[in-house]
């Protein structure tokens, strides 16, 4: 059932294409799914995160325009976040790994407000400064919606070339 439906994506019929729209959305909602690939998401994990890692870089930097240079690093750590949750759980729909990516992102954005000495100790480390921040913001929640969203955008995408590749 899941490939009859994609297929039919790639003909021109329009009735066949809102069919297949609809597809798309009701799959988005499934509580289950066929599952994605981990090896692409891993790819995707590892690309996303050298982009986040070149968007705080001073190399990079000047080449960037002052926006996408403030919020492309939370952006993409919220979409690695999706994509993590994706790996580690193929079958769950796209909305579930989103609202899973949102919520760890939101957590660990509220656990900067907590400041005790062993946990700023961690955030001391690039690692730790990397994975944990350093401080509360609400432009990052912002960003946090922004990438989850990037990650529902980018299944989408890949349903669709997928049934076009299978046409």
């Not at 798309?24 to 690309?47: G, N, Q, S």
């Not at 999706?82 to 759980?89: A, E, H, P, V």
């Not at 957590?107 to 001391?124: G, K, M, N, T, V």
């Not at 990037?150 to 349903?159: A, T």
Request: glycine share 8%; net charge positive.
């Amino acid at each position: 059932m899941y490939s009859k439906h994609l297929v039919c994506c790639a003909e021109n019929n329009t009735e066949q294409q809102t069919g297949c729209l609809l597809y798309i959305k009701r799959r988005i909602h499934m509580a289950e799914m066929p599952p994605r690939p981990r090896l692409r998401y891993a790819l995707f994990i590892a690309v996303v995160i050298a982009l986040g890692l070149a968007s705080r870089t001073k190399s990079f930097q000047p080449y960037l325009p002052d926006f996408i240079s403030e919020y492309a690093g939370d952006t993409l750590w919220a979409l690695t976040a999706f994509l993590g949750f994706g790996f580690l759980f193929p079958r769950l729909s796209t909305w579930r790994v989103a609202a899973l990516a949102f919520g760890f992102a939101v957590c660990i954005e509220l656990s900067q407000l907590y400041h005790a000495p062993w946990i700023d100790a961690i955030r001391q480390t690039r690692l730790g400064g990397l994975a944990l921040g350093f401080g509360f913001l609400w432009s990052d929640l912002a960003c946090y919606v922004v990438g989850s969203l990037s990650g529902i955008g980018l299944e989408y995408l890949l349903d669709l070339v997928k049934a076009q590749k299978s046409a």
